[in-house]
């Protein structure tokens, strides 16, 4: 067949450029001619919305969108990929131990080297090193695909129960399996196609771990500046105590107790784990050497913070004090002197949405004894009404005010220090589906999310994942700055909510179709829920935080 024989395809990308190629033609080889336009290197693309690597070959017309280092998919993929190479680096300077990768933490992963002894810094220093030398080598990420059934007897053989336990029970008859250099993985996602596109990183020694920091979408190849966080690190260290206790270490473990039948034990201890959480919160606040006013209560969407509130209200009452509720939404702006965002939009999320001086003034005269007339905020007219409500809090009252600006001092500046109380609440999830592939917190808060916005809300999945990246920059640029700034943190995550959620979030998963720009993020979600069992909702108590997204609490 001569050069003009070719048969060729029609892409579309995004910007409603058409081009035509030859039919055949790799992802990674047509990449080449678009380079130039993207900020760091291209590492995947969508085609028809389905995420594809760069090894796809091209046989039909399609829609394609390229992804890079500013794209969530092409960080997961970049990070997915690192991870890789460091548990090669390991498998390579120290065979007989084993990387687990386990939560986030300072803008960077926390991983655990397991042996007879812990990685020294100077180790740490050769895997980093040896990862290094891997980077430069450019091996390939090989991909072939195996029956869940061989990969079950591989995986046991391998003595990788972690593995085996991770696929048990996935209803898909096959499983991809990936080699770098004849180290054969299992990854939940895709890999970039060799080694050499790893080139940002840096391994932190961080005992008894480490800590593997990588670019962020906003600077891809820049590493961000380490800043420790070791409240976060002690909840995750608090949740991993609480795994000891309720015997499950990864997703495997809880569908071993899911399907012997004692999801009931499981969701009953794990909730009187969270109780006596609150307890000791309420504690703190009512045994305070200095006299607590003012509890604020803050953290990322979906973390479960009204509920968190009510519950605690319950507990000070218990320890003989009476809180008030104070909304923050109440001391919205009007409309028209709402800020706007980098693209136009009202930024309700920005703290000069809120009225602080008389948010400030009124928590002042509260504390004081003096009666205020609390607005009320009427968002449909996007103004306040004229008449609010009148309030005046007694000596044993305490005011709780929840909502996403509560640990900035800003928020709260003319009440003193000792006289406020600040609580960080989020699902703060440290169990894995096995060892080298973490379940993210942010993948359990959107699954809670689009359960909760169908169920209250009517608001579809697609809509939902849409929004998402509004919230995710909100949080970025509103709550996580402050985490540090809490004087407690609340861990509301619970080991058997994926189970929970997934027959309610799948269904609405699974009407995002591939005409849709959503659908590869609903496809991903899907893939993460294959991973549980069911758990049945009856049994989790109407208190629970869990039923402010499955429904059915008896706070509402």
Not at 73 to 86: A, C, E, K, N, P
Request: contains cysteine; hydrophobic residues 35%.
């Amino acid at each position: 067949m001569g050069e003009n024989d070719v048969n060729l395809v029609k892409i579309s990308f995004s910007n409603r450029q058409e081009v035509n190629v030859p039919e055949g033609i790799s992802l990674l080889d047509l990449s080449k001619d678009y380079e130039k336009d993207f900020r760091s290197a291209i590492v995947a693309a969508k085609v028809n919305n389905d995420i594809k690597e760069l090894n796809f070959r091209i046989h039909d017309n399609c829609k394609l969108e390229f992804i890079d280092l500013t794209d969530d998919d092409g960080v997961r993929i970049y990070r997915r990929s690192l991870y890789f190479i460091l548990i090669k680096a390991v498998h390579d300077l120290f065979p007989d131990r084993k990387v687990v990768i386990s939560h986030s933490i300072s803008k960077g992963v926390y991983c655990e080297i397991k042996g007879q002894k812990d990685l020294d810094e100077d180790e740490v220093k050769l895997v980093e090193q040896k990862m290094r030398e891997l980077v430069s080598a450019r091996i390939p990420f090989v991909k072939h695909i195996m029956s869940t059934e061989e990969a079950k007897e591989l995986f046991k053989k391998n003595g990788r129960m972690d593995r085996f336990h991770a696929i048990e029970h996935r209803r898909k008859p096959y499983v991809t399996i990936y080699s770098c250099d004849g180290l054969e993985d299992y990854f939940y996602g895709y890999m970039v196609p060799d080694t050499g596109y790893i080139k940002t990183f840096e391994l932190k020694f961080y005992s008894p771990g480490l800590i593997v920091q990588f670019p962020e979408k906003t600077s891809p190849h820049v590493l961000p500046e380490f800043k420790e966080q070791k409240k976060l690190f002690n909840v995750f260290k608090e949740y991993k105590r609480w795994g000891h206790i309720l015997g499950v270490d990864s997703l495997g473990a809880v569908n071993d107790i899911i399907k012997a039948g004692k999801a009931c034990e499981l969701i009953r201890i794990s909730e009187a784990l969270h109780e006596k959480k609150i307890a000791q919160i309420a504690d703190m606040i009512t045994n305070s050497p200095d006299k607590k006013r003012v509890v604020l209560i803050a953290g990322p969407s979906s973390s479960g913070k009204t509920t968190f509130a009510n519950r605690l209200a319950i507990q000070l009452r218990v320890n003989g004090l009476k809180p008030v509720t104070v909304s923050l939404d109440d001391y919205f702006v009007n409309r028209e002197d709402t800020p706007r965002d980098e693209s136009g939009d009202y930024d309700y999320e920005a703290l000069e949405a809120i009225d602080i001086k008389l948010f400030n003034q009124h928590l002042a005269d509260l504390i004081c004894g003096k009666e205020v007339e609390i607005p009320i905020f009427n968002f449909p007219n996007g103004c306040r009404d004229s008449c609010g409500r009148k309030l005046r809090i007694n000596d044993d009252q305490i005011i709780i005010i929840e909502g996403i600006h509560g640990l900035n001092e800003k928020l709260t500046s003319t009440i003193p220090k000792e006289s406020k109380f600040k609580i960080y609440v989020s699902a703060l999830t440290a169990i894995n589906i096995d060892d080298h592939n973490r379940i993210a917190s942010t993948d359990a808060r959107i699954i809670r999310r689009i359960v909760r916005d169908f169920q209250f809300r009517g608001c579809s999945a697609i809509n939902t994942i849409k929004r998402w990246p509004s919230v995710r920059r909100g949080e970025d640029r509103n709550i996580f700055p402050f985490q540090e700034e809490a004087d407690i943190m609340f861990n509301s995550s619970l080991v058997y909510e994926i189970g929970v959620l997934k027959t309610l979030a799948e269904p609405l998963l699974a009407e995002v179709d591939s005409s849709c720009p959503e659908y590869s993020e609903a496809r991903r979600l899907i893939e993460f829920l294959s991973y549980s069992l069911t758990v049945e909702s009856r049994e989790i108590p109407l208190n629970s935080i869990i039923r402010e997204f499955a429904g059915g609490s008896c706070f509402y």
